[in-house]
């Protein structure tokens, strides 16, 4: 029906325009690589399955909507979904994995998420870490957008470099760049907000 050299931005703009059968091919083209990243990260088949659903639904409803602007980088943009909704069962689970440093040199020396370890806590202990969290999450937040999603696939999924660089499009280098450039600017936040993120 389609030649397999039409790209998926032709498929995208076939089907916003109302041919069903561009979005099969687009489904088709796309689906094992999202669903094994999915698969990767959550280790759950059937969790796997639902999150790829919800993936496809939420694809589905913003390309209806006419809110889909990534020109040339649908896959990119698909698997930005997925790894949100597994940030959201993650967070929902209270499973969030908070990474160190790895293997120690893939990041810049200062690593905000190295002081933020779960140990023996105590209630008071405890509603302090949760603050603290809250306040890691909303620099996070301020963050530009392409450093803001490679901390949140590093430390909130425990993705690799290699992973994230797949999923981004980008090379390994350019990620851990945005890594590093994502880390000095959390420090200059934490410095300008003046805030403690130790619950000693």
């Given at each position: 029906m389609f030649a397999e050299k039409v790209d998926d931005q032709t498929l995208v703009s076939l089907y916003i325009n109302g041919q069903e059968s561009a979005?099969?091919?687009?489904?088709?083209?796309?689906?094992?690589?999202?669903?094994?990243?999915?698969?990767?990260?959550?280790?759950?088949?059937?969790?796997?399955?639902?999150?790829?659903?919800?993936?496809?639904?939420?694809?589905?409803?913003?390309?209806?909507?006419?809110?889909?602007?990534?020109?040339?980088?649908?896959?990119?943009?698909?698997?930005?979904?997925?790894?949100?909704?597994?940030?959201?069962?993650?967070?929902?689970?209270?499973k969030m994995p908070i990474a160190g440093r790895g293997n120690g040199n893939e990041d810049d020396d200062f690593d905000i998420f190295n002081i933020l370890k779960i140990e023996d806590q105590n209630i008071e202990d405890e509603i302090i870490y949760s603050q603290i969290l809250n306040d890691v999450r909303d620099l996070v937040e301020l963050l530009p957008e392409d450093q803001k999603e490679v901390v949140k696939m590093r430390h909130y999924v425990g993705m690799s470099f290699k992973d994230i660089s797949e999923a981004t499009n980008v090379s390994i280098n350019t990620s851990l760049g945005r890594m590093r450039y994502a880390l000095i600017n959390l420090r200059k936040l934490i410095e300008e907000k003046e805030l403690s993120l130790t619950s000693s």
């Amino acid at each position: 029906m389609f030649a397999e050299k039409v790209d998926d931005q032709t498929l995208v703009s076939l089907y916003i325009n109302g041919q069903e059968s561009a979005f099969e091919k687009l489904l088709r083209r796309n689906q094992s690589k999202v669903f094994g990243y999915i698969m990767k990260m959550v280790k759950d088949e059937d969790l796997a399955n639902d999150i790829f659903q919800d993936t496809f639904v939420k694809v589905v409803r913003t390309l209806k909507n006419g809110k889909y602007n990534e020109e040339g980088k649908f896959l990119p943009w698909v698997m930005r979904i997925a790894h949100n909704l597994i940030i959201d069962h993650f967070r929902k689970e209270k499973k969030m994995p908070i990474a160190g440093r790895g293997n120690g040199n893939e990041d810049d020396d200062f690593d905000i998420f190295n002081i933020l370890k779960i140990e023996d806590q105590n209630i008071e202990d405890e509603i302090i870490y949760s603050q603290i969290l809250n306040d890691v999450r909303d620099l996070v937040e301020l963050l530009p957008e392409d450093q803001k999603e490679v901390v949140k696939m590093r430390h909130y999924v425990g993705m690799s470099f290699k992973d994230i660089s797949e999923a981004t499009n980008v090379s390994i280098n350019t990620s851990l760049g945005r890594m590093r450039y994502a880390l000095i600017n959390l420090r200059k936040l934490i410095e300008e907000k003046e805030l403690s993120l130790t619950s000693s």
